[in-house]
Structure formats: structure tokens, C-alpha cells
């Protein structure tokens, strides 16, 4: 059962069957119980399957077939229509269907059917014709539902549906229909009510259980998604759908040893199943990041292989996947920390998702603002913000690529442009948004507008308090306003959240010295030391704490002797380098 836009690029269809669109194969004629076990049911199942499997026409093949079996089976119908628009063109299943409605003016669901291709402001016109026309039918209150959801009038689609469903005297595809609308639409403790009652009325039915499963996901309740996917694999236990999603619920949950083990057995089933393959890409991806959070150490480069394997057999198996490419480029950007050369891999890896998505949508949006990241790190600013250009086009009000336009201009130091093209619109959609808060006041200071500057890096500071990075800015601007007190706070908990990065350790040490805190100054710049093999000025500071404070005369000829070997200089100090040198340190 699907009731998906007619017009779809084939590297998406995959992805769609699989993410629930299309998931719900129902073959039970209108007004009769739902047959579980009927001959064209398990065609349209079995054209589902050939479908995850990438054999488009064995998929078309099996559903000819049911059609010939069962000519009224709605489910048949609908998924022919959408694989056939995207594989055979969409101008001759509008005259087929439209051919097929006139030889039967009344019979609604033929008409439904017909009118589903038409672009979408013809096919409003013509449901509400429908809809006056056939008065008991809920066919067409469901095909106007879909226009009004892609116009975004949510409500009012959701009212046609309940109109639909009383219609249909409570037949329970049509509570399906409602289901999957209030999941596009985000309504997701609402959708689980609904699957809930589906999944109920149809206990045995595999596609109502997952429908359910992705509900409970998308509520934040994996454990019970987890359950309700259990159930699906119970009913068809040869199918790898059900562990593919376990894997997805794990991941959510950020169990990641748990997600790739339910992935792995799903690919025992299908080792060519994509969507499968970019999880345990994903999954293996995040658990580096995460490692690498937790102890503050460099990302570990070992499991990113592990990652990029999957991602890799992802492509090789569809290379017209989007996700494909997706994943890989993903795994490349992370890579990209220890060996920059590989973000220009990823860019490409990039770049071939997005030319597998010509239609614009939320993925093409999350594709350019991975994009938009790449090219900042790669300080390809105004590349970056014409990227920035492309997801606004699509997405006036995505925060992310606003924050990144912001990012590109002030790296050119444009920074009243970044206020008024990006951030301050950003911030009338989600005030509170810690990225965007963060970002004024980094340019705010970046203007030297000090007193409007902290109170934003405050804000950012108390929307996310265990981001490290908001901590060291904040910290900084303290320090810089001689609220020392205030910058040891701040800085004390930026390298707790960040042990590993000598800019916080060197703005520690620096505050340290200011608040006189000579053991702790001394803790900091060795730290940096050890962390930054290419720091020089650190051996200067604890040459002169060691001198003047500590009074360590060895300890200090020993930090300025490297100092020097290193290469630095300071005209003003070479007679008190001459001084101390020339000390007898016992």
C-alpha cells in the first residue's frame, strides 16, 4: 500500500520501499477482510522483495501478475504505479490508467488510481470532483489527503482521512492510510496509536508490525520498536527486513555493538541489501565518534576502515544509490580529521549522491549541507555558501545550512552579512537553537562588540552545557574581559569536556597564570606540550613560571634551552635568557 508522489528518480526507490512508504503491501480487495495469505498478496510481497534486491523488472513482472490475478487489488496498483513512473515514464501509465477509468466512470477506486498521476494542483481539482461525485467512497478522500500533505496543510489532510475511515466503516486500510500520514507528518505517538489498532486488527500481518516498529522509533521508545520488529520477523522469519530494523532501533539508541550484530544477520539473509550496508557503515561511524568524545583522544582510525568497508559494498552493490555514496562520503569526512586529503574524497563521494537526486527533498537538503561542512574545512568559503544557496532554495528554514552560511561568511570577515543573511533569520525560526545563539555571539566578538558578544556565548553555554566548545569561547571572553574567576570556571570545564585540545589547555594555563595558580599553569602548558608537538611559546611560559614563582633554576634553563632549540625568539628577553642560563641551578 502506497499512496507516495507519482514522480520519483529511480535511485530513490529502494531507499523508499524500505523506509515505509511503500512498506505496507496490502492485497485485500476493497470492502472485503484482509486476505494474509491470498495469491496476489504474496506477489505484491514478493515484487517487494525483488525490489530491496534491485530487479526492478522482476518486481514489475510480479505485479502484472497480481494485477492479472486479482485487477482490483488497490496495493497491486499502487506500487505498480510507482515503480512504473520511475522506470517506464509516467505519460504512458496516465494514458493507461486514465483509459481504464473511463471504461469504468463508477467505480471510484479506478478513479482514485487515474487521478493519483495527474501533477498535483490538476489531480486537487479533480479529487474534489471525486469526492462530490462518489459520496460513500473513501478513495477520494484519501487521494485529496496526499495533495493537502505535500501543500503542508497537515490538519486538514488528517481530518480527510478520518472522514475516509468512516467511510469505509473502519475498514482498516484506510486507518494504514492515517498511520503513515500522521508519521509523515512527525505525529508520532499519534501514528503509534494507529499502528497499534492496525497491527491489532491485522495480527499476522508482517508490514503492520514494522509500520509499528517505525513508529515507537520515530517516538523515542527503541525497546518497544525493538518488540514490535521482533514480532515481524516471527511472522517471516526468511525476510531481512524486520533485523534490518532492529539494527536501525539499536542505532537510535546508541547501542552500537547491538545495531551491527541485527544488521549483520540481516545481511546474512541479503548481502546486497543497501540500506543494510549503510547502517553498519553508520553504526560503526558513530561509535568512533562517540569513542573518540568519551576519551578525548584522535578518532580511531581502524574502526573508520570497518565503516567505510560497508559503505563501500554499499556502492558496489547499487551504484546508483544515493545512500550509497551518502554513507561513504560520511565515513571519509570523519577520516578526514587525521588525514585531510580524504575530505576531497569525500566531496566527491558527495557530489555523486547529490547527481543521483536530481528532485529536491530533505535528503537532497541533508546532502548539501554535508557538502557545505566539507567545503568550509576545506576553506572553500564561497563554494560553500553557494551549497548554503541550494538547501535554503529547497529549505528556506533548515538551520544547519544557516549556520554554515553563517560559518563561510564570517571566515571572510563579513560579518554584518552573517548576522543579517543567516543568523538573526535563523534565530526568528528557533530562537533557542544553541548553534545559531553560539554563532552570534562568535561574530558579535568577532566585532568587538564584547558586552553583546557574552551574552549570547552565555546563552549557547546554558542551551548546551556539555559542549566543550561553547565552554573554551565562552572561557576566552572572560579571560579577555578580565573576568578571570568566571574564564577558570568556564575553561576548567572546557577541557574536562576536552582533554585532548591544546587551545583549551593553553587558555587554561594562561587564566591559571593570571589567577596565580602556578601548579595548576604548569599542569596546562605540559599538557599542551604533549598534545602539540609543534608548540614553542609553552616552553617559554614554564620557563619563566619555573624561574620567577616556582623558583626551579634547572627546571627553567631546561624549558627556555628548548625553547630556543626550537626556534624561538624574543629580542626583549635575550639578556634575561643570558641570566638564567648562566645560573648555577644548585
Known amino acids: 500500500m502506497t499512496d507516495t508522489q507519482t514522480r520519483r528518480p529511480r535511485s530513490r526507490l529502494i531507499h523508499l520501499v524500505l523506509g515505509g512508504a511503500l512498506a505496507l503491501l496490502l492485497a485485500a480487495p476493497v470492502g472485503t477482510a484482509h486476505a494474509a495469505d491470498s495469491p496476489a498478496k504474496k506477489l505484491v ?19 502484472e501478475e497480481a494485477l492479472d490475478t486479482d485487477p482490483r487489488n488497490p496495493d497491486a496498483h499502487l506500487l505498480y504505479q510507482d515503480v512504473a513512473s520511475d522506470v517506464l515514464g509516467v505519460a504512458d501509465l496516465r494514458t493507461a490508467y486514465a483509459e481504464k477509468a473511463a471504461a469504468a466512470p463508477e467505480d471510484a477506486l479506478f478513479q482514485y488510481l487515474s487521478t493519483r498521476l495527474l501533477e498535483p494542483e490538476d489531480a486537487a481539482n479533480a479529487f474534489d470532483r471525486l469526492i462530490a461525485k462518489f459520496r460513500k467512497s473513501p478513495w477520494p478522500l484519501v487521494g485529496k489527503a496526499r495533495v ?97 530494523r532492529m539494527g536501525l532501533a539499536h542505532l537510535d539508541a546508541e547501542r552500537w555493538d547491538e545495531s551491527l550484530a541485527s544488521l549483520k544477520r540481516a545481511l546474512a539473509m541479503d548481502e546486497t541489501m543497501v540500506p543494510a550496508l549503510c547502517a553498519s557503515s553508520e553504526s560503526l561511524l558513530k561509535k568512533a565518534i562517540a569513542k573518540s568524545k568519551e576519551t578525548g583522544a584522535l578518532i580511531d582510525v581502524g574502526v573508520l576502515k570497518e565503516a567505510s568497508t560497508w559503505a563501500i559494498k554499499a556502492v558496489a552493490s547499487n551504484p546508483d544509490s544515493a ?13 578526514g580529521e587525521v588525514d585531510p586529503d580524504e575530505l576531497e574524497t569525500s566531496l566527491t563521494e558527495y557530489d555523486d549522491a547529490l547527481d543521483l537526486l536530481p528532485f529536491p527533498g530533505p535528503e537532497k537538503v541533508r546532502l548539501l549541507n554535508a557538502r557545505a561542512y566539507v567545503l568550509l574545512r576545506l576553506a572553500r568559503y564561497d563554494e560553500a555558501l553557494a551549497t548554503v544557496s541550494k538547501a535554503l532554495d529547497i529549505e528556506p ?11 563561510a561568511l564570517n571566515s571572510q570577515d563579513k560579518f554584518k552579512e552573517a548576522i543579517s543573511q543567516y543568523l538573526d533569520p535563523g534565530l ?66 572546557a577541557i574536562e569536556l576536552r582533554p585532548m585540545d591544546s587551545i583549551a589547555w593553553t587558555a587554561y594555563g594562561r587564566v591559571c597564570t593570571s589567577l596565580k595558580d602556578w601548579e595548576y599553569a604548569v599542569e596546562a602548558f605540559e599538557k599542551v606540550i604533549e598534545l602539540d608537538e609543534e608548540s614553542v611559546d609553552e616552553y617559554l611560559y614554564l620557563g619563566m613560571i619555573y624561574y620567577d614563582y616556582l623558583k626551579d633554576v634547572g627546571k627553567a634553563q631546561e624549558y627556555i634551552e628548548q625553547f630556543l632549540e626550537r626556534g624561538g625568539d624574543d629580542p626583549n628577553m635575550e639578556s634575561w635568557f643570558e641570566r638564567v642560563l648562566g645560573e648555577d641551578p644548585n
Do not use: C
Open 428 to 493: 526568528k525560526i528557533a530562537k533557542d537553537e544553541p548553534r545559531l545563539v553560539f554563532g552570534k555571539g562568535m561574530t558579535l566578538w568577532n566585532m568587538e562588540a564584547h558586552s553583546k558578544a557574552l551574552k549570547f556565548l552565555e546563552k549557547a553555554v546554558e542551551l548546551d552545557p556539555e559542549n566543550g566548545i561553547y565552554r573554551l569561547a565562552l572561557g576566552e571572553i572572560y579571560y579577555e574581559l578580565k573576568k578571570n574567576k568566571q574564564a577558570g570556571v568556564e575553561l576548567t570545564k
Open 397 to 407: 528554514d533548515n538551520v544547519t545550512a544557516m549556520v554554515h552560511g553563517s560559518h
Open 323 to 335: 545512500a550509497a555514496h551518502f554513507s561513504l562520503g560520511a565515513v571519509y569526512e570523519a577520516l
Open 148 to 244: 493537502l500533505e505535500e501543500e503542508g496543510q497537515i490538519d486538514a489532510a488528517l481530518k480527510l482521512h478520518d472522514e475516509a475511515i468512516a467511510r469505509a466503516t473502519g475498514e482498516t486500510r484506510f486507518r494504514a492510510y492515517q498511520a503513515f500520514a500522521l508519521e509523515r507528518s512527525g505525529r508520532w505517538n499519534a501514528a503509534v496509536e494507529a499502528w497499534t489498532r492496525v497491527s491489532t486488527e491485522w495480527p499476522k500481518d508482517l508490514a503492520a508490525q514494522i509500520g509499528l516498529g517505525e513508529a515507537l522509533r520515530g517516538a523515542g521508545r527503541p525497546d518497544e520498536a525493538i518488540s514490535a520488529f521482533s514480532a515481524a520477523q516471527k511472522l517471516s522469519p526468511v525476510d531481512p527486513d524486520p533485523y534490518y
Open 45 to 63: 510481497d514478493n515484487a517487494a522483495r525483488k525490489l530491496r534486491e534491485q530487479d526492478l523488472s522482476g518486481a514489475i513482472a510480479l505485479l
